[in-house]
């Protein structure tokens, strides 16, 4: 009679395992390796002896004189470009799939006929067929460090996403750079200079053989509270109690469809945001000049619905702009929360769910 436990389910206790443990090493001691071996090569990772006898010597030291030529390549596998009948999960075509933040450094012009060398972080993407395992993700890298020695514009863009869809063999593809890029800003009233850092990103997307070129851009400023400067204003002169309107730092995310040929500037970008909102926040501050940003706010005293819409307006005043998006947020000094708001222009950037995390991608640090 076969005896049987009155519980299989019941797991074992630790000494139970130290006591299993034990025997399968009394056992071991007087077994053959091939025996051991033939039960579960594993186990010898359990023993206090050596390797089983048919497991490969394998070499520990790293071969720095070791030539991986044309031929020893052909053999390697090659599983992220294998057939089909890898493809994990629904076969579904992949709108993108890629690289984010490969960071080099980009030569740019600037509106004056300068170049300027900044670190750029570069995302490329491609679509993927439904029925391809994967990509090649290095290849994206190496399409790009092809153009990395020119003069980044749109054009140069183009070669580069022609590249990663010669390459990959993809139908649509995108390229965004990111930078921070600075601009020399002169004081209110003072007369001193410094360097602002715009968060800028340009994108190039193609979508059924239709290209398009877009800019994005953080534009940082001071906002005035209409209703708490009025308020102020009331208790100054009702009772004679002296006040202060609350104000705080805010950011506007503006991205915009470029319609035309390398026409619209970084600088043209950041003057159209100024000119809508002028109370951008301040580099080089002396007196003179602190006094003028208070006079400059109770002159332009906005809230968050202002903002997107005085954005708009000097949106759609520029021809080279197509479709457009306005993210603002003013993150309050009153409140505990910031006050949001978004204004889409054209189908282009209009949704009907947004990213959770979107207006905390707004929050300037300096």
């Known amino acids: 009679m076969t005896h049987q436990p009155s519980d299989i389910q019941t797991p074992p206790e630790r000494g139970e395992a130290q006591d299993a443990l034990a025997l399968l090493r009394r056992w071991a001691a007087q077994a053959t ?31 720095e004189d070791f030539d991986a030529d044309d031929a020893y390549r052909a053999t390697m596998p090659d599983l992220q470009n294998g057939p089909s ?166 950011v506007a995310r503006i991205s915009v469809e470029v319609t035309c040929d390398d026409c619209l500037w970084f600088e043209d970008l950041i003057e159209i945001a100024r000119s809508a909102v002028p109370t951008e926040t301040q580099v080089m501050v002396k007196r003179e000049d602190e006094q003028a940003f208070a006079e400059l706010n109770a002159a332009n005293p906005i809230f968050v619905e202002d903002a997107a819409r005085l954005f708009c307006e000097a949106l759609l005043a520029d021809g080279r702009i197509g479709d457009f998006r306005i993210v603002a947020s003013h993150q309050e000094s009153l409140h505990s929360h910031d006050a949001v708001s978004v204004l889409t222009e054209g189908d282009t950037f209009a949704a009907q769910s947004l990213d959770p995390r979107l207006f905390a991608t707004l929050f300037h640090v300096g």
């Open 33 to 63: 390796p091939e025996e051991v071996a033939d039960l579960d090569p594993a186990i010898s990772r359990l023993l206090p002896r050596g390797e089983v006898a048919n497991y490969p010597a394998l070499a520990r030291a790293y071969p």
């Open 85 to 250: 009948s890898l493809i994990k999960g629904s076969r579904q075509q992949l709108q993108h799939v890629g690289i984010s933040n490969f960071r080099l450094p980009i030569r740019f012009h600037t509106r004056d006929g300068a170049d300027l060398t900044l670190e750029t972080s570069v995302t490329g993407t491609v679509s993927l067929e439904a029925n391809k395992k994967g990509i090649n993700m290095s290849r994206i890298m190496r399409s790009f460090y092809k153009h990395a020695e020119r003069t980044f514009s749109f054009e140069v863009m183009a070669d580069a996403l022609d590249d990663y869809i010669s390459d990959l063999g993809s139908v649509d593809a995108r390229i965004q750079m990111r930078f921070s890029y600075p601009a020399r800003i002169k004081s209110l009233r003072s007369g001193l200079e410094g360097y602002q850092y715009y968060n800028i990103a340009l994108e190039l997307v193609e979508t059924d053989g239709v290209r398009r070129k877009f800019m994005h851009l953080d534009y940082v400023y001071s906002s005035t509270c209409p209703c708490s400067l009025e308020l102020s204003e009331h208790a100054r002169q009702a009772r004679g109690q002296l006040a202060t309107p609350h104000s705080q730092r805010s």
